[in-house]
């Protein structure tokens, strides 16, 4: 199950590597994460930053 999106930045650009999170906020709709990413590029435009699902596996529910 999603439970919310973590804004992303690539240290390589468009090449091929792994997005790092750009910080440890969770924001609950992709939209409010969209919303920080367009304020972000705005201070600094030529980074790479992208919108990424946070999952969380059923088993990890507490019961």
Known sequence: MIIGFVLLVSACGFDACEALPVSDDIYLTEESCHLMLD?????????VLSCGAVWREDSDRQK
């Open 39 to 47: 304020a972000l590029h705005k201070r600094r435009p030529n980074a």
